[in-house]
């Protein structure tokens, strides 16, 4: 199984997560955690030089390619292998987030960054993605007061990532959940895990 969780920054992803893969390993999965970017040599150095605070410029198209190469390396060195050895992953972000950030909201046109990331990936697709959705003075809030090169893009542009999530998930019913996550952790943890107990049995009964 390959799990995604997504969603803008400060909507509770890493919390989230975290009790997700403890209560998939109690259900008896082998599970690999990563984040994306990230997880490989090349992914965290890439990931350095996008979310570091410096004034060398980037531009949307080099970011996105960017984000995009560190995932490539993701998908090559430990998602693919450990599909293979059927283990579960679960990845922090992947595709979503940069359809989102540098399409929906960065201007790019999203389906470019679609037909980049499939081959990119070599069309590896998660079976489910768990998209945490809070409104973004809730969000804003919940960020700590040192902001990444990211999360300083200020209001307007996680306006347009929070609707850009929202749009692009009508676009993939059958594996794209929308999570409310203004409320309670627990309640949000047990929505993600009733909605996995679905997709992992219907990746059973295939
Ligand atoms: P995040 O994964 O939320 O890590 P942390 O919790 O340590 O801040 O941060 C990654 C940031 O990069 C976040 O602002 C979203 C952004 N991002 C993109 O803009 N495009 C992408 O493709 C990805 C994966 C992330």
Redesign the pocket.
């Known amino acids: 199984m390959f799990f995604v969780l997504?969603g803008v920054?400060g909507a509770g992803?890493?919390t989230q997560l975290e009790m997700f893969v403890q209560w998939l390993g109690e259900q008896g999965h082998d599970v690999v955690t990563c984040?994306?970017?990230?997880s490989t040599e090349l992914g965290e150095q890439i990931?350095s030089i996008?979310?570091g605070k410096h004034e060398t410029p980037i531009s949307m198209r080099a970011?996105?390619m960017l984000?995009?190469t560190?995932?490539t390396q993701l998908i090559q060195q430990i998602i693919k292998p450990a599909l293979a050895r059927g283990q579960t992953i679960v990845l922090?972000?992947?595709?979503?987030?940069?359809?989102?950030?540098?399409g929906h909201?960065?201007d790019l046109d999203p389906d470019e960054i679609w037909t980049t990331n499939r081959i990119a990936t070599e069309n590896h697709l998660p079976d489910a993605t768990f998209i945490l959705d809070v409104p973004v003075d809730i969000a804003m809030a919940r960020l700590g007061k040192t902001l990444?090169?990211?999360?300083s893009r200020g209001n307007e542009y996680f306006e347009r990532?929070r609707s850009g999530f929202l749009l692009e998930s009508q676009r993939w019913p059958d594996t794209v959940d929308v999570i409310d996550a203004t409320r309670p952790p627990a309640e949000i943890q047990s929505d993600i895990r009733r909605l996995a107990v679905q997709y992992i049995e219907r990746r059973a009964s295939k």
């Open positions: 997504d920054d992803k890493s984040s994306d970017p990230g990931r996008l979310l970011e996105m984000f995009t560190a995932r922090d972000r992947y595709i979503f987030s940069t359809v989102v950030y540098q909201a960065g990444d090169r990211m999360e990532v």
